[in-house]
């Protein structure tokens, strides 16, 4: 049997680069060094979502009539929020928050046909946990209420994420980043922000990581065009020196080739900028040249 939970959530998050309730950060432990958040109903209702959706050809139309069928919601208009976040003590692991209008019982109904399907109590909660058939892993995953799905591949952020929802361990409440996406005219759709000095094992060629203290990226939209940004805070000025020199090489790169005018147009959208010790890049695109880009994919 494939797997349920996992297949709903990898599928949630495919679609749903087409609208979330605000970011939430009281339902983030305190330890969280990265998280990422989609608002879903600001995305599908932009300019740039409607577009979006507009774009799907049949099939992909179809595979969210069967989702939906199958899961009991439709992943574009029933979810009002996707969180994702980690800690340094499970650097390979993360957990995932989804927020909208579920079928309770029936996504229950389906987890427990799995054959490694097991369940227990905490606190006044239900942690369930199945079996991952296509990566051979358990997974974890609790209801809060009716409209609060939690899921991770370790019980014990299941455990953390329940405890800061009940107010027994201490949340995010505000920030421990220094890069927050403020003063932006445009809506905010998508944001994401790590602390790389906190990351453990970043792999011996991530040089450059080695190198940033916290990063954000952010994806916002006016009614006609698509921002891009992303902020990185260096160590130090030189470091910052360093990555600046870097990216405005792949620039360069990018405008020198004419095989891939695409690409060349991204180039010249493309603005790299250094204050003292950070780093500003911003994309613009209008919304029919973001959708082109995509289009692929779709």
């Known amino acids: 049997m494939k797997t349920l939970w996992l297949t709903a959530l990898s599928t949630c998050l495919a679609y749903s680069t087409l609208g979330a309730k605000p970011l939430n950060t009281t339902r983030i432990p305190s330890e969280a060094i990265w998280y990422a958040h989609v608002d879903v109903p600001a995305l599908v209702y932009s300019g740039l979502g409607e577009k979006l959706i507009e774009s799907l050809d049949e099939q992909k139309e ?14 574009l208009y029933d979810l009002e929020g996707i969180t994702a976040f980690g800690i340094p003590d499970f650097p390979e692991q993360g957990a995932v928050l989804l927020e909208g209008t579920f079928q309770k019982e029936l996504l229950l109904d389906l987890i427990a046909v799995n054959d490694a399907y097991q369940s227990r109590p905490y606190r006044n909660h239900t942690v369930h946990t199945w079996m991952d058939e296509n990566e051979a892993k358990l997974s974890y995953g609790a209801f809060v209420g009716e409209t609060l799905i939690v899921i991770s591949e370790n019980p014990t952020l299941i455990d953390m994420t329940l405890d800061v929802i009940d107010g027994v361990h201490q949340s995010l409440s505000a920030p421990s980043f220094n890069l927050i996406p403020t003063g932006a005219d445009e809506e905010v759709l998508v944001v994401g922000l790590a602390n790389f000095s906190k990351m453990k094992n970043l792999e011996a060629d991530a ?34 020196s360093n990555i600046s020199s870097v990216l405005e090489g792949f620039r360069a790169l990018a405008l020198l080739n004419s095989q891939k005018p695409e690409l060349q147009q991204m180039a010249h959208a493309i603005e790299v900028q250094q204050i003292e010790k950070t780093i500003h890049v911003r994309l613009n695109h209008t919304i029919d040249e973001t959708v082109d880009s995509l289009d692929p994919y779709l």
Do not use: C, W
């Open 207 to 240: 040089a450059v990581l080695k190198e940033i203290h916290e990063g954000m990226l952010s994806l916002s939209t006016s009614p006609n065009t698509v921002y891009l940004n992303v902020v990185l805070e260096a160590n130090k000025a030189e470091d910052a």
């Open 62 to 75: 179809k595979q969210i009539r069967v989702f939906e069928r199958l899961f009991g919601f439709n992943p």
